[in-house]
């Protein structure tokens, strides 16, 4: 088992974001599948946990229940009512995802994937509010991570149009008609079935198109997302950029390098502390890519290989991720 984990945690370090995302919608469907099993055996009607559930991570119509339940605009992105629901979400999210990360950076995608989310929320909670044919519903909850994952192919379609995807039976199509198809699709779905759902997936299919629209003219919606996270990666990040805005340069003396991710933010201490021998094979590499790299040579020769200073790095690295 020892082994078996230590083989997940190695493949979630190597893997891009896309990956990722994917491994987070599975172990939370797992773990809430897992959770039903002692609840069941206590005496508690399965539909009573499946409701608690509902009502309590799925996102609400009901905006004053949205209210007392924010953390719902998050946690609905990562959760699914059944087995097939997760795996056409992921399927799409994994096929889309890997030409997206191609042609964005990889710490621009879970950025796109939370505001494709909030854009489909925010067309969810204003169709149900604002058409008379949804006012009778009562509160209807919202849940999956499809608005998300349209973001994503949207973008993806928006990126590269004439780029091509191949279905089984199909062949190869371009990826715009997939784009167009999968919003008519939603459009015309509205009337019959999930009504909620497929306004969802059209307020992620507009973020993922605006996303690369603004990307394109210099303005990258991703950013103060991207600032959230880093701050929960690394709260003293911020204040170490505080004080250096405000410090007045000492001395002509260099800077010790620092390991910094891509958006050239500090996201880990200086490498300076580290010998010469570990300085000067990955001064020039993102904390990410030093990481990769390590991996690389344990994936080679062992873990038994790594200098002392690498097994350090990799350690606090892991802490923080």
């Excluded at 020892?2 to 370090?13: T, V």
């Excluded at 969810?124 to 949804?134: D, E, G, K, M, R």
């Excluded at 198109?209 to 210099?218: K, Q, T, Y």
Aim: hydrophobic residues 45%; charged residues 15%.
């Amino acid at each position: 088992m020892g082994s078996m984990w230590g083989d997940i945690r190695y493949e979630y370090y190597r893997a891009n974001t896309v990956v990722r995302i994917a491994m987070w919608n599975i172990a939370i469907y797992i773990l809430v599948n897992l959770i039903s099993v002692p609840v069941y055996l206590s005496g508690v009607p399965y539909i009573q946990f499946v409701h608690f559930i509902q009502e309590w991570f799925y996102l609400p119509s009901d905006p004053m229940k949205l209210l007392v339940r924010p953390w719902t605009l998050i946690s609905y992105m990562f959760m699914h009512a059944s087995i097939w629901h997760l795996i056409f979400n992921m399927l799409v999210l994994y096929w889309f995802g890997r030409i997206t990360n191609d042609l964005i950076h990889n710490s621009k995608i879970l950025p796109l994937y939370f505001l494709g989310g909030f854009a489909g929320a925010l067309l969810f909670l204003i169709s149900f509010n604002a058409f008379p044919v949804f006012w009778n519903s009562g509160s209807v909850p919202l849940v999956g991570a499809s608005a998300a994952v349209m973001a994503i192919l949207l973008s993806a379609a928006t990126l590269n149009p004439q780029g091509h995807i191949r279905f089984i039976l199909i062949g190869a199509v371009q990826l715009q008609y997939v784009a167009l198809a999968m919003v008519v699709i939603d459009v015309l779905s509205i009337p019959f079935t999930n009504p909620g759902g497929h306004f969802a997936h059209l307020g992620g299919a507009i973020m993922g198109w605006f996303f690369i629209f603004m990307l394109r003219r210099g303005i990258d919606l991703s950013s103060p997302i991207r600032a959230i996270l880093n701050f929960l990666n690394d709260p003293s990040s911020i204040r170490r950029r505080s004080r250096k805005k405000r410090s007045p340069k000492l001395s002509s003396k260099k800077a010790p390098e620092t390991v910094t991710s891509d958006m050239g933010s500090n996201i880990g201490k200086s490498i300076d502390g580290y010998g010469r021998s570990f300085t000067q094979r990955y001064r020039n590499m993102t904390a990410e890519e030093c990481v990769d790299a390590i991996l690389d040579k344990i994936n080679a020769n062992g873990y038994d290989s790594l200098s002392e200073e690498e097994k350090d790095f990799l350690s606090k690295s892991s802490k923080k991720k």
